[in-house]
């Protein structure tokens, strides 16, 4: 291998020394014999060339991204080609946010008509839109651009940029509560009426049941409701409430899911409201399942079950069976009131159970005495024959010694003139309080029935039951 530099026959002529040949590459002045090269470019132009030019072609791509319009997708289209892209995506809000107030984390899911994206935002993101007051809720109109990540079992999308989310609420349409169907999901509507029941089936979520003139609808407020919009206010059954909210279901029923606490407005009392007719009991065999009734008549029948009472209604049209929960015949100003013989009207939600129409009054103001029943006759044991079975008496007395057996307990009554055996059935043996045992003094109403031969009395609820005050 040579030594010798390259001459001008091997090499490029603008590489080389016009004055002593030798090669000088890309020096301006020959390290050879110091003759000046001339034409040539410095290597810091052209790094300074480079630089420029790097940066006028970076601002030119934001100039062009800045106004380029982010192209709009919809959830099907969305392929694993597209994953990391940025695009923009319009449809409605179908499920509840999720919200976690500690991360900042935010998401909920859009509808496009083609499918579900499930949009998030983070920390910063997510307290912009709080200020801004553009959280969305169940049933908002949203269009939301940002980063497209494809998952294995959906699509998601991150906003990054809060004024990449704009949002409009419909407004509300007024409707009566039996006019809304699960058809109507996602639309937003208002319903007036009065609070019938307010409870927390778990925690984090609050059901106010709403009644109109038509029926009622529940509305679902949940925590992610109350830590975006604040803390619900004292609310009390037999309060005015005018709720606005959008239309979700809940096991095929339809219920009320305000975007705010501000929906919901509440008042001292309920709107007036017409009084509803009086329905014969031969129309309420055709009425809708469901709807809301008021009928009179006079009871033929009181019986007890787990859980209450049932009274028969007789109003010389038909019959129909009333469902007197304990919470509701407990708490009516005189129970006693409402038994064989009273004449009543009694407003409720008309139902079947065992292929057996009854109506169900949600509370005591539900039911009104026209006629109280006759007081329950005081009759003495030796007086009762086999032909009272089936009338309602009243009885005093002291007991002997309970005796159990697979559905309750039998136990001897004395009053005096004779002994009757006590038949109290575990569903109303497990009510009372103290339990009985021998030597209590006791009153006690019950039917009249005959077992065997033997007539036994036997009570239809704990009320029926009474302990006299020494034994307490």
Request: aromatic letters at 6%; a negative charge; charged letters at 20%.
């Amino acid at each position: 291998m040579s030594d010798n530099p390259k001459t001008l026959s091997d090499t490029p002529s603008g590489a080389n020394c016009p004055s002593c040949g030798r090669f000088v590459g890309p020096y301006a002045t020959c390290p050879y014999c110091g003759a000046k090269l001339g034409g040539r470019i410095s290597v810091r132009v052209v790094k300074i060339a480079a630089l420029l030019l790097a940066t006028v072609g970076l601002f030119a791509l934001w100039w062009l991204a800045r106004r380029t319009d982010i192209p709009t997708v919809s959830a099907a289209d969305a392929l694993g080609t597209m994953n990391m892209a940025y695009v923009r995506i319009h449809g409605r809000v179908t499920r509840s946010l999720s919200y976690d107030p500690a991360s900042g984390y935010l998401a909920f899911w859009l509808d496009d008509g083609t499918g579900e994206v499930r949009v998030s935002s983070y920390r910063d993101v997510t307290q912009a839109l709080l200020a801004a007051g553009k959280v969305p809720a169940l049933g908002d109109e949203v269009t939301v651009a940002g980063t497209l990540r494809i998952r294995e079992d959906f699509v998601a999308l991150t906003l990054n940029v809060p004024e990449h989310l704009t949002l409009a609420r419909p407004e509300p349409v007024t409707l009566q509560a039996n006019a809304i169907t699960p058809l109507d999901v996602g639309l937003r509507v208002r319903i007036v009426g009065e609070v019938r029941q307010v409870r927390t089936p778990y925690e984090g979520m609050t059901l106010i049941t709403v009644r109109d003139d038509s029926g009622e609808i529940a509305v679902a407020v949940d925590e992610t409701v109350t830590t975006l919009t604040g803390a619900l206010p004292e609310i009390v059954e037999g309060q005015g409430i005018d709720v606005v909210g959008a239309v979700s279901l809940y096991k095929d029923t339809p219920q009320l899911v305000p975007a705010s606490v501000a929906d919901i407005v509440l008042s001292a009392a309920p709107p007036a409201a017409a009084a509803l007719p009086v329905t014969n009991l031969s129309e309420a065999q055709n009425a809708e399942l469901g709807s809301w009734l008021r009928l009179q008549g006079r009871v033929v029948l009181m019986e007890g079950f787990k859980g209450g009472m049932k009274a028969t209604l007789d109003d010389g049209t038909g019959q129909i069976m009333v469902v007197l929960w304990n919470n509701v015949y407990t708490a009516l100003e005189n129970p006693f009131a409402v038994d064989v013989g009273a004449d009543i009207v009694v407003e409720g939600e008309l139902g079947v159970y065992q292929e057996e129409l009854q109506i169900v009054p949600e509370r005591p103001s539900d039911i009104t005495i026209v006629a109280p029943a006759p007081e329950i006759p005081w009759v003495a044991i030796d007086a009762l024959k086999a032909a009272d079975a089936g009338r309602v008496i009243r009885l005093r007395g002291v007991l002997g010694t309970p005796e159990g057996f697979s559905a309750g307990v039998k136990v001897p009554l004395d009053d005096g003139s004779g002994v009757i055996t006590v038949l109290l059935w575990t569903n109303i043996l497990t009510q009372l309080d103290p339990q009985p045992t021998a030597g209590q003094a006791v009153e006690v109403i019950g039917v009249i029935q005959e077992y065997r031969g033997d007539l036994e009395i036997v009570p239809r609820s704990p009320l029926d039951w009474r302990v006299g005050m020494g034994n307490r």
